[in-house]
């Protein structure tokens, strides 16, 4: 018997959904590098008071700055996610999600006023976002007032969470923030060191000149000071460009810090060379300096003509769990040049489109502020599931059989959980170490959390 809305959302209550069957995520079909495979459609022909109206997401990333360098990454993973909502799960509501063109914006300061008027009238409330920090600040006002609700990919730095930014409870972020790369910096700075180390609790900072690497020096100060540490030295550059490193390095020397943070692009290899070679006297190095290197250094090094071993005591990241197959296989299937590149922020981009899409369905509706009230819930429910279509058949069965639940969404990026202020309070990170030769070794997986 055909349920009527007025019924299910009786049912509901303020639209948390219940559970039915939960369907094994080891029966999704592999990706590989042939043609997609066909899964089985959602039961059809029952009226489910699903809304008539397609859900449209929109998406928009950077081809200067700091986010640049994962551009091609995030934006092809975002059209993958729609592509494996429609294609193999049959869309949302039993219509195709759609969207338009993913804009990039090409200059730092563009107004995007227009895009997000154009958007409003093609019907869009939902945007995956993967600009940076300044100019997500500026363009949030805009999205709030279009109520869309926003899920960012890239950015970290508290400005955004600034009260001064009127984002109406519509943006969430599923990157770590500086608030948590701080916590594990100042951890590591006071772990302790050796005779040719820092005093504990110390720390030397390098960053870009941007609101993200101010962000994680004031995060760090705000830990360090109450605790008796310090910043000892505090550098900041035109990204990309460090300057005189033999200079920089005699003055990270000089202040002989606990750990040194480099919070930059590949060019913190030249640093590091740097440091090496001044450190180095027959063979052995006066000071054992660990490094901590933000994602965009987290790169291949062993080309860079760096003095040897220059490399191996740096630590870098990535946000995110393991690199599943599926995953790197549906990257490379879209772009080869991945593999060398890598996939920085290509899960989140691709688990954004999907947590939108749940949680439209969650809440029966398109609209931006409904699918904002339900963007947590699906991050936390009751059912744990790996994939859209399992989790979204697991909230149709229920509806079928006139139950409730929740899902607990675990995609490519590992499971989260987002805090009062709609960031990621517990999630997952890959670190990097580097051979001598500045090659990236195999990650390992390592969580991080904020507390309550």
């Known amino acids: 018997m055909a349920i009527s809305r007025r019924r299910l959302m009786r049912g509901l209550g303020i639209g948390a959904l219940g559970v039915g069957a939960f369907s094994a995520c080891d029966q999704l079909p592999s990706r590989g590098r042939g043609r997609r495979q066909a899964t089985t459609p959602p039961p059809t022909g029952v009226a489910l008071g699903e809304p008539e109206t397609p859900l449209v997401i929109a998406s928009i990333g950077a081809s200067h700055g700091r986010t640049a360098q994962w551009e091609r990454a995030i934006s092809l993973a975002v059209q993958e996610a729609l592509t494996d909502v429609d294609a193999r799960w049959d869309g949302l509501f039993g219509q195709e999600v759609t969207g338009p063109k993913r804009h990039v914006q090409e200059t730092a300061g563009e107004d995007l006023a227009g895009v997000v008027a154009d958007w ?80 504990p609790g110390t720390v030397a900072i390098v960053s870009e000149d941007t609101a993200q690497g101010h962000s994680l020096r004031d995060e760090m100060k705000l830990i360090l000071d109450p605790m008796s540490g310090s910043i000892v030295l505090e550098s900041f550059h035109e990204p990309g460009k460090l300057g005189d490193v033999g200079k920089l390095a005699g003055q990270i020397i000089e202040k002989k810090p606990a750990l040194l943070v480099v919070h930059g692009g590949p060019e913190s290899g030249a640093l590091l060379s740097a440091l090496q070679d001044a450190t180095t006297e027959n063979g052995r190095s006066d000071l054992q300096l660990p490094v901590r290197l ?43 040049t991945l593999q060398k590149s890598g996939y920085a922020y290509s899960q989140q981009a691709y688990d954004a489109v999907v947590i939108l899409c749940l949680a439209a369905y969650q809440a029966l509706s398109v609209e931006g502020t409904a699918i904002a009230a339900q963007v947590p819930v699906v991050l936390t ?43 990621a309070r517990t999630g997952q990170l890959r670190t990097y170490s580097f051979t001598g030769t500045g090659a990236l070794e195999a990650p390992s997986t390592t969580g991080f959390e904020i507390p309550a």
Do not use: K
């Not at 071993?309 to 879209?334: C, K, Q, S």
């Not at 590992?414 to 202020?421: P, Q, R, S, T, V």
């Open 120 to 199: 409003q009238e093609q019907g869009v409330t939902a945007v995956v976002s993967s600009l940076d920090e300044d100019a997500l600040v500026a363009v949030m006002p805009l999205f709030a007032e279009a109520g869309m609700v926003v899920i960012d990919v890239a950015t970290a730095g508290m400005s955004v969470r600034d009260d001064a930014v009127q984002d109406a409870g519509l943006l969430f972020r599923l990157a770590p923030s500086t608030r948590a790369i701080a916590g594990l910096y100042a951890e590591e700075a006071w772990s302790g060191s050796s005779d040719r180390g820092g005093r």
């Open 294 to 336: 933000s994602p965009g250094g987290t790169v291949d090094q062993s080309e860079a003509g760096l003095v040897a071993e220059a490399m191996t005591r740096a630590t870098g990241y990535e946000p995110g769990g393991d690199l599943t197959e599926v995953h790197v296989n549906m990257m490379l299937n879209a772009d080869s």
């Open 381 to 423: 429910g009751a059912e744990e599931c790996e994939d859209y279509g399992t989790c979204r058949s697991a909230l149709r069965d229920a509806l079928i059989a006139g139950g409730t639940t929740t899902v607990s969404y675990q995609g490519r990026s590992g499971a989260i959980e987002l805090g009062a202020d709609r960031d």
